[in-house]
């Protein structure tokens, strides 16, 4: 049988932690780094090596996988703060670099062309799905880069979920933030017509169990919906990463001569969560922010 790839894992926050561990549990040699390591210790009983660094992740790994916050982030521990200190000056040639995190479309395009000058094979594969799929292998996967490289790792991504190769470097991260569009202004639309129900005298959940179906229903209507009304924020997807990818989607946008007035309305929302110091709430606390502006009880 065929030796299975070592695996470098970066970044083990809600997301990362279970994709890391069922890489382990699927038999991998994995070994993680985490910027706060008490989060990643946890995932040594699954057999994940912690070590110190995110170089230590990537020095013999055959992939090394980046699954942190944003942008910068990213380019810290891929590049280096001077651009000449980060793991791919770590990583062996002919080894792969796959970036699971929702980072800007020229971020990807970047470090796809600094991956491909020290011959490392490069994927900018960002994922939806939330905690929930992380956890259950359900992710959905936008992969851009390297096609033979996404052919190659296909083993690996089917114990994340389901992925589709879109183009080259730069275009996961395209199709990411269109996810993002959609997501963010389904969650506010949602939120706005349950609120509307409520207030009209109807019972909400009674309202999405009528809706079940018909062109209206939506997985985000079914799960979101259900727990805006519980008064369930737990984070899946924080406001936050919302805000910091509706931003990203709308400059874009706007870089691109396009109009975005939906996504610049759930901008506003993400914004005002964050302002008011619920940026680590679901993105569904959508919900909070239009009762608040709409002088309904928060």
């Known amino acids: 049988m065929p030796v299975q790839p070592s695996i470098g894992f970066i970044g083990t926050g809600i997301m990362g932690f279970h994709m890391a561990r069922r890489l382990a549990e699927a038999g991998y040699r994995v070994t993680a780094w985490n910027r706060t390591a008490a989060k990643a210790l946890p995932l040594r009983e699954f057999g ?102 996404f052919e190659d790792i296909q083993p690996v991504f089917s114990v994340l979920g389901r992925s589709t190769h879109v183009g080259p470097a730069g275009t996961g991260s395209l199709a990411k933030l269109a996810n993002q569009v959609i997501v963010g202004n389904t969650i506010q639309t949602v939120a706005e017509a349950l609120l ?35 008064g369930d924020f737990k984070a899946g997807g924080r406001c936050r990463i919302q805000l910091k990818d509706t931003r990203t989607a709308q400059e874009l946008g706007a870089a691109l001569g396009l109009v975005l007035p939906m996504t610049a309305q759930a901008r506003e929302t993400y914004n005002n969560l964050v302002g008011n110091g619920q940026g680590d709430l679901d993105h569904n606390a959508a919900y909070l922010d239009l009762r608040r502006r709409s002088t309904l009880e928060s």
Do not use: C, W
């Open 196 to 230: 509307l129900a409520q207030a009209g005298g109807a019972d909400p959940n009674a309202v999405i169990e009528a809706l079940k179906g018909g062109f209206a229903d939506s997985p985000i209507l079914q799960n979101h919906g259900a727990r805006m009304i519980a």
């Open 48 to 149: 994940v090596d912690i070590t110190a660094t995110p170089a230590a992740a990537a020095r013999d790994a055959n992939i090394t996988i980046v699954m942190v916050a944003d942008g910068p982030s990213s380019d810290e521990v891929i590049l280096g703060k001077d651009g000449k200190s980060g793991i791919l000056r770590q990583m062996g040639q002919g080894s792969t670099l796959l970036v699971m995190s929702s980072i800007p479309v020229d971020t990807a395009a970047a470090q796809g062309k600094a991956a491909k000058a020290r011959k490392i094979r490069y994927l900018d594969a960002p994922v939806s799905g939330g905690e929930s799929g992380a956890r259950d292998g359900k992710m959905t996967i936008m992969a851009g880069g390297d096609a033979q490289a």
